[in-house]
């Protein structure tokens, strides 16, 4: 079982950066892809970034790439996810997730879930 917890949400401005921070525990992190999705009120739960087992290759929504960046530090057991020229639209909970050996975009192939911190991003 792993746990995953949420940090660094908050209320920005826009054009404004955020770095969200995942720590994890109870399992094997370094033998994990990992990924960032993000659920703004009324819609559904949408892929934002992935990262390999190592963390040489990462993938991004059309919707961040260029301005976020996700990361991971397998020494301490840490996702992170720099957020850079952030819009309204933006706005959301954000949460990471751990899944297997394979990076995807699909939440469906992720097994454990952190409680999400909200990201808002004012005009």
């Known amino acids: 079982q792993v746990q995953l917890v949420e940090s660094g949400g908050g209320l920005v401005q826009a054009g404004g950066s955020l770095r969200l921070s995942c720590a994890a525990s109870?399992?094997?992190?370094?033998?994990?892809?990992m990924g960032w999705f993000r659920q703004a009120p009324g819609k559904e739960r949408e892929f934002v970034a992935a990262?390999?087992?190592?963390?040489?290759?990462?993938y991004y929504a059309d919707s961040v790439k260029g301005r976020f960046t996700i990361s991971r530090d397998n020494a301490k057991n840490a996702l992170y996810l720099e957020m850079n020229r952030l819009k309204p639209e933006d706005t959301a909970v954000y949460y990471c997730?751990?899944?297997?050996?394979?990076?995807?975009?699909?939440?469906?192939?992720?097994?454990?879930w952190g409680q999400g911190t909200q990201v808002t991003v004012s005009s």
């Open positions: 997730a751990a899944g297997d050996k394979w990076a995807s975009r699909f939440s469906d192939e992720y097994h454990y």
């Open positions: 109870g399992g094997t992190f370094s033998s994990r892809a």
């Open positions: 990262i390999t087992l190592s963390g040489v290759s990462t």
